[in-house]
Structures are given as C-alpha cells and as structure tokens.
C-alpha cells in the first residue's frame, strides 16, 4: 500500500481556515470509512483528531473537521490559532489484503 | 488513562537486531476491542506503520518490512515487543508504540516514541 498523497505545506493567518487534501486510492480512502487524522508537534508524538473520516475525539476542538470525497480525504482547520501550527498526517486502512495501513505524506500548517 | 512507554536500545549496530518492549498502563492489554502497532518515523520524514497484534498473538505486517519484523505480546507483563532483524542505517528511525481500536481503526494513543540509531 503505497503511502497517501498530501500537500507539503499549507498556511493561513489567525482566525482563517485552512484545508489539508490526502490523496489514496480506490482500495484505501475511496473504499473504507476508515481515514484519520493526526496532529504533530516538533519532537512530540503524534495525536489524532479526526477518526471515521469525520468524527473528533473527546477534548478535540470542533474547529476540527473532517470530510471524504471519492479517493480524497480533507482536514479542514477552521478559525487558525497559533497552537494549531504543526505537522498533519491522515492515515487510511487498506484491508486485509493490502496489509492494512497507510500514512499520508504530511503537511505542515503554517499559522502566519 | 492509557499510557505507553517504548524501552530498548538507543544503538544498534547494522546486521544486528533491534529489539524495543512497549509496557502499558492504565488498560488491560489482553482485552478484546484494541490491536497494538509500532510505527516509525524517519528524521524529519513522515510515519510508517510497521505491523500489529492482536492479544491474542494474530500479527499483520506491512508488506515491505515483512521479512524482517515480528512483532510479539506478553499480557503477563502488559508488553508488546518489536524485532526488526538485519537492520542497515536506513532503518534509524523514532520509533513509536501505539494503541489501535478495532472497530474505528485510528490509532488513539501512542508511546512518546524512542530514536534507534543504526550506526557501528
């Protein structure tokens, strides 16, 4: 299972939104329900956000949202702070016979 | 709260083995409901996911490091254990531990991940 595509890097001033892509395949994102996302910071580990392509965890602000449309998942990041600057990774399951998972490529929000 | 916490070598020289334990606390590792997965994540590069297991010793790996890695559990001790044998510089890495819940398929805690270096 070949890793997910998404964007390097994307940015927006405080308040703004930003929207991550993450890009798989007709066997991944396009077939199960089963994408995630998740929040680095430098040197930390990372934490998920978003599950089920768009449900949020318990103490996760619902500035985070997530969506799936065809093979392409997206994090959307609504009204920026300066604390949500960090690395994003989707993740997607693949099925048992694909040997199950795949990270994304990563992104990182710049909050300007 | 759950917590994990990834203990073993910070070196390993290449050929070798490298060998990592994940101890958890504060849930039952031998409880249905949660697979338990190593990741990997490259210097300044994005994550791998390695493989998992089930408490019941079912393993999945990914196809690219299947021949080298098992992954193995001790619910005695509330462990689970990597082995990734004849490792090369290439596979110097923070290496993270991870609970997976099995019906939602996230990954919903994680070790605070420890850096193997593969260097003679």
């Known amino acids: 299972q070949s890793a997910l595509t998404q964007p390097p890097s994307a940015s927006g001033s405080p308040g703004q939104s930003v929207t991550i892509s993450c890009t798989g395949t007709?066997?991944?994102?396009?077939?199960?329900?089963?994408v995630s996302w998740y929040q680095q910071h430098p040197g930390k580990a990372p934490k998920v956000m978003i599950y089920?392509?768009?449900k949020r965890p318990s103490g996760v602000p619902d500035r985070f949202s997530g969506s799936k449309s065809g093979n392409t998942a997206f994090l959307t990041v609504s009204g920026l702070q300066a604390e949500d600057e960090a690395d994003y990774y989707c993740?997607?399951?693949?099925?048992?016979?694909?040997?199950?998972?795949?990270f994304g490529t990563g992104t990182k929000v710049t909050v300007l | 709260q759950v917590q994990l916490q990834e203990s073993g070598p910070g070196l390993v020289k290449p050929s070798q083995t490298l060998s990592l334990t994940c101890t958890v606390s504060?849930?039952?590792?031998?409880?249905?409901?949660?697979?338990w997965s190593w990741i990997r994540q490259h210097p300044g590069k994005g994550l791998e996911w390695i493989g998992y297991?089930?408490?019941?010793?079912?393993?999945y790996y990914n196809p690219s490091l299947k021949s080298r890695v098992a992954i193995s559990i001790d619910t005695s001790k509330h462990q689970f254990s990597l082995k990734l044998n004849s490792v090369t510089a290439a596979d110097t890495a923070v290496y993270y531990c991870?609970?997976?819940?099995?019906?939602?398929?996230?990954?919903?805690?994680w070790g605070q991940g420890t850096l193997v270096t593969v260097s003679s």
């Open positions: 991870a609970r997976v819940v099995s019906s939602t398929l996230h990954f919903d805690y």
């Open positions: 504060g849930g039952s590792i031998s409880s249905g409901g949660y697979y």
């Open positions: 297991i089930y408490y019941s010793g079912s393993t």
């Open positions: 007709s066997s991944d994102v396009g077939r199960y329900n089963y």
């Open positions: 089920e392509v768009s």
């Open positions: 993740s997607a399951y693949g099925g048992s016979n694909n040997d199950n998972y795949a």
